[in-house]
């Protein structure tokens, strides 16, 4: 089960970090990734990290202000989010894949949390 929290609202330019809690033993095995979806668009992919957190990956749009992180002790994942601009508002999701390397297509990953949503204001 992933538990995603930490949106919420802010002005352009601001920053927000988001988290991801996953229960169960085999987190630390497991490759993680944050997508977000839009009003009215596709769940798109953000960011990703293999399981062991020596490799991540970032979508053009997000790449030089976000970073995503892991704490396998904590069995959670965190996405950094700088330099907010209104385009990065949406749902957020975290993902798990059980291959637990760096993917970018939500096809590949297994168990999927709620969303929060992060609101960025112009």
């Known amino acids: 089960q992933l538990q995603a929290s930490g949106g919420g609202l802010v002005q352009a330019g601001g920053s927000l970090k988001l988290s991801c809690a996953a229960s169960g033993r085999t987190f630390s095995s497991y490759g993680m990734g944050w997508f977000r979806q839009a009003p009215g668009k596709e769940r798109e992919f953000v960011a990703s990290?293999?399981?062991?957190?020596?490799?991540?990956y970032y979508a053009d749009s997000v790449k030089g202000r976000f970073t995503i992180a892991r704490d396998n002790a904590k069995n959670t994942v965190y996405l950094q989010m700088n330099s907010l601009k209104p385009d990065d508002t949406a749902v957020y999701y975290c993902?798990?894949?059980?291959?637990?390397?760096?993917?970018?297509?939500?096809?590949?990953?297994?168990?999927w949390g709620q969303g929060t949503l992060v609101t960025v204001s112009s």
């Open positions: 990290i293999s399981w062991s957190g020596a490799l991540t």
């Open positions: 993902a798990a894949d059980l291959s637990g390397i760096v993917v970018s297509r939500a096809r590949e990953y297994d168990y």
